[in-house]
């Protein structure tokens, strides 16, 4: 008791800090919890620069192109990019106060109700595992661009060789983790900038065919695209169609907070989270939304190759490479796919890591079986890594399912756990904060400080809850007992989780004046270093690179 007031005392917040002693809690982890901080600032940087740019922006800006138009994507991507900001501030604000293992799931049951701590931990820690075969089946069939009518055994073959390598990457260890997310986030910015450039010359006429675009398909067909559910109701079939790729928009997003799932094993991870989360910012204007208006300029909605090509999931059915094609370019759709195989090898990788880590924090505070809390004394948690490795090969579905059905489904699977945990990470936010003014601590002391809280959080609460709720509209028009189920299943499944351990285990909601914020939480001496100033050009450019 006396050495946590002395470490609280040490931050220099609280003369009185509240510390919850039931051992129930497990909020003391310090002699189970043997990862190691071997993240350094410029693989933290990259990772949230790029970490979970995939499929969902190169291949399924696509298809939300297709349903709702220029201006209707573009407006779902801008609003989603809103609350997936506003999820990553709430996060990083908790992560950069306590930066330990276990992150918003723990924060959950720290500062709200262990129960929801339980419920959301395993939420997405399933959300990711599924994830990982997500991209692992994308990866083999961005391969199938150059092996085309590829038979089963090929198809096999591609993802037995994905998912060992996925595999390995983690097993090796979070140096190895970093190093491979550090090469793919450079692969995948160079593309991004590279297609927003080729895109701009070639919508102005530099392209080989000299043809200029501008925005004339913002005029013809439009600037957005009709669902067909209200054929008699133009504008709400307008406003339905914009609803309809919201999902889509939302996986796009999946894993920005991956960058925070990593705190307990990042070097000086007060700062450099702090410093990632305000540059996620002009990650989703630059790469999202610009990329987004710039599909929008240079492929019509009703586009033939558009239409034909939705369910292809390779290059081909990228608007970008419609547009190369289009203007005569021959070589660049080849290397846009290797570069897009990349990148869904990328997302793959970072899902898995994002689950182990969330099951090995759940195993530390006892909410998980104990053998995941295992680790090697080189900080892996190896157990945890092997269990969520073994969901990865979910994706051998695809040899005899078809690639496209499984995912697609898996796809909304995992996209509709991802808006719980966004969700749950703004409400444990609201609380967080709630709690640290009722106890008399500076918020702007803290690292990272969004000066927009908590009307940010609120933000992004309420919209989540809207996303959750309209994920699975187009089935009430049609209705299909599959879509509803991928669309809604995650709704049981939570409350379930949720309402089975309170019962079990009678927790309650922690009152503001009872939440510990000292317990297990290593002070900024424990984890900070000190920043090294450049001391020249080439230092100075990476310093504002990373």
Not at 52 to 73: K, V
Not at 336 to 358: E, M, P, Y
Not at 461 to 485: E, H, M, P, Q, Y
Request: aromatic share 14%; net charge positive; charged share 15%.
């Amino acid at each position: 008791m006396d050495n946590e007031k002395r470490d609280s005392l040490e931050k220099g917040l609280h003369e009185d800090p509240v510390v919850q002693e039931n051992p129930q809690y497990h909020f003391d982890v310090h002699d189970l919890d043997r990862v190691q901080r071997r993240l350094k600032q410029r693989h933290v940087q990259m990772i949230a620069i790029a970490g979970t740019i995939g499929t969902g922006l190169f291949l399924g800006s696509g298809g939300a192109l297709a349903s709702a138009g220029p201006l209707g994507a573009l407006l779902a991507y801008a609003l989603v990019g809103t609350v997936a900001y506003s999820s990553l501030c709430a996060v990083g604000e908790m992560s950069t106060w306590a930066p330990i293992s276990g992150t918003f799931p723990h924060f959950a049951a720290r500062w709200v109700d262990p129960a929801l701590g339980f419920a959301t931990g395993w939420n997405y820690f399933y959300t990711n595992a599924i994830s990982t075969p997500v991209e692992i089946t994308a990866a083999v069939i961005l391969l199938t661009f150059w092996d085309t009518n590829a038979p089963s055994s090929h198809i096999a073959g591609y993802t037995a060789i994905i998912c060992v390598l996925v595999c390995l990457i983690n097993i090796f260890g979070v140096r190895y983790f970093g190093e491979s997310e550090f090469i793919f986030a450079v692969i995948k910015l160079t593309l991004i900038i590279g297609l927003l450039i080729t895109g701009l010359v070639i919508d102005l006429g530099g392209g080989p065919n000299h043809e200029r675009i501008g925005f004339r398909f913002w005029k013809n067909p439009g600037a957005i695209a009709r669902s067909g559910l209200e054929p008699n109701h133009i504008g709400w079939d307008r406003f339905l169609a914009i609803l309809g790729v919201l999902v889509q928009a939302a996986f796009s997003f999946q894993g920005m907070e991956l960058v925070v799932i990593a705190a307990s094993e990042t070097e000086s991870p007060r700062r450099n989270i702090a410093k990632a989360v305000r540059r996620v910012f002009y990650r989703i204007l630059v790469f999202y939304i610009l990329g987004i208006l710039m599909i929008g300029m240079l492929v019509a909605y009703n586009d033939a190759d558009l239409l034909s090509l939705q369910g292809n999931n390779t290059a081909a059915s990228s608007p970008f490479v419609i547009a190369i094609k289009r203007s005569g370019i021959r070589v660049l759709p080849h290397i846009v796919n290797a570069c897009i195989f990349t990148s869904a090898f990328s997302a793959g990788n970072s899902f898995l890591f994002c689950s182990s880590r969330v099951l090995y924090g759940l195993a530390l505070r006892g909410q998980a079986p104990k053998i995941f809390a295992y680790c090697t004394k080189k900080g892996l948690p190896l157990a945890a890594v092997l269990g969520a490795s073994a969901f990865s090969f979910l994706s051998f579905m695809s040899v005899s399912s078809g690639s496209n059905t499984v995912f697609n489904w898996f796809v909304n699977l995992s996209t509709t756990g991802g808006f719980t945990s966004w969700f749950v990470m703004n409400v444990t936010y609201i609380f967080f904060r709630r709690g640290m003014l009722a106890q008399g601590y500076d918020l702007t002391k803290n690292s990272y400080h969004n000066r927009f809280q908590p009307y940010i959080a609120y933000w992004g609460a309420g919209w989540t809850l809207f996303f959750i709720l309209i994920n699975g509209f187009k089935v009430f028009w049609a209705f299909n007992a599959s879509g509803f189920f991928t669309a809604y299943v995650n709704i049981p499944i939570f409350v379930v989780l949720y309402v089975g351990y309170k019962v079990t285990k009678r927790t309650k909601f922690w009152k503001p004046l009872e939440m510990d914020f000292v317990t297990g939480i290593p002070t900024p001496e424990e984890t900070e270093t000190p920043e090294v100033p450049p001391k020249n050009f080439g230092e100075r450019v990476a310093a504002i690179v990373f």
